[in-house]
């Protein structure tokens, strides 16, 4: 199965919204980590993403190589259990699903910077601690307590996407926040997207 769908957007930006959105409309959605529920497959099971994507990535050159069951991918980073591992900003990695899956739709789930920051201080320990101890891409370990380097990091992140897709028909930022956000999806994808909603909230920042 080829890759029809790849969000390179980053997490609390409704990656699981879009999740749920994309399996009602009837792709089989790889979200994160790969759950036994998902397929058979039993060497899959409570396997990142991430490191699904670097594994064909290198051995075969196709990123999607390991994911053949899934035709879309909703969020793809990790960091956690000591795995720090960020395929949406790479540009080789990216580039590589693009030539072996002609006609991928690439989308950029985001929205307001400091909102995407507070959200991520909310959610577990994933500001506070996990971003600024870890080796993140263009956050550096010791990087990323405060909003203001989280934000500046956020903002990077979907400059350098605009920046390679620049004039490509083939990729859609949009805001989860926009209430057109679903229509835009739709009408990218050229499929139905009829569900649209909030998945996954933070308890103390009510924002998908």
């Given amino acids: 199965m080829k890759l029809r769908v790849v969000n390179l957007g980053l997490p609390k930006t409704g990656t699981t919204t879009l999740a749920r959105a994309l399996r009602r409309a009837g792709c089989r959605v790889a979200d994160h980590k790969i759950r036994s529920k998902q397929t058979d497959n039993t060497e899959l099971h409570g396997v990142y993403v991430a490191d699904l994507l670097y594994r064909g990535y290198y051995e075969t050159g196709d990123p999607g190589a390991y994911l053949t069951e899934f035709d879309a991918i909703s969020e793809m980073s990790v960091l956690r259990e000591g795995r720090s591992v960020w395929p949406q900003m790479d540009f ?37 601690a996990r971003l600024p101890l870890a080796s993140v891409p263009g956050l550096p370990e010791g990087y990323g307590e405060t909003s203001g380097e989280r934000v500046q990091w956020i903002n990077a992140h979907y400059a350098f996407l605009r920046n390679i897709f620049r004039s490509d028909d083939d990729f ?14 739709s009408g990218f994808l050229e499929f139905p997207v009829n569900w649209w909603g909030k998945s996954n909230v933070n308890k103390l920042n009510e924002v998908a």
Avoid: C, N
């Avoid at 859609?172 to 999806?185: G, K, S, T």
């Fill in 92 to 128: 080789g990695l990216i580039m590589a699903i693009k030539t072996h899956h002609p006609g991928v739709k690439f989308l950029a789930s985001g929205r307001d910077a400091f909102q995407i920051s507070q959200s991520m201080l909310a959610w577990s320990d994933l500001g506070s």
């Fill in 172 to 185: 859609l930022e949009y805001d989860v926040a926009d209430p057109a956000a679903r229509d835009l999806i």
